[in-house]
């Protein structure tokens, strides 16, 4: 599930399109009304729901008055850099686990035989 959402927008009129692969998105796809914040200014949320396929481009596209032209929005689906960096620091560390397991294993295996 994506998200979409624009805030502190005025006037109400707002337009938000989902766009895969170029091609304008409409089955699957939600949104809230244009919600008032209670200071004058509004905002929305649109969510589309899909399974993500290799090389494949979502776009999100925000119209309003106040832009002086569209604004898309990208998804990116690679894994943030973080994200990367802790999988990798885990799988490290599984793999030194493993490793002082084994010495572990064949040091009782050697000393219990004697």
Request: contains cysteine.
């Amino acid at each position: 599930m994506l998200m979409c959402s624009a805030y502190n927008f005025y006037p109400r009129m707002i337009r938000v399109t989902w766009y895969r692969d170029g091609q304008k998105v409409t089955s699957d796809v939600s949104a809230t009304e244009e919600l008032a914040d209670g200071d004058w200014y509004y905002q929305i949320h649109s969510h589309l729901e899909f399974t993500p396929k290799a090389g494949e481009k979502i776009s999100c596209v925000v119209e309003h008055t106040s832009l002086k032209e569209p604004r898309e929005f990208v998804w990116d689906s690679s894994m943030p850099k973080a994200e990367r960096n802790k999988i990798a620091i885990g799988a490290a560390g599984l793999l030194l686990g493993l490793v002082v397991c084994a010495a572990g294993l064949l040091y009782y295996r050697k000393t219990s035989r004697g």
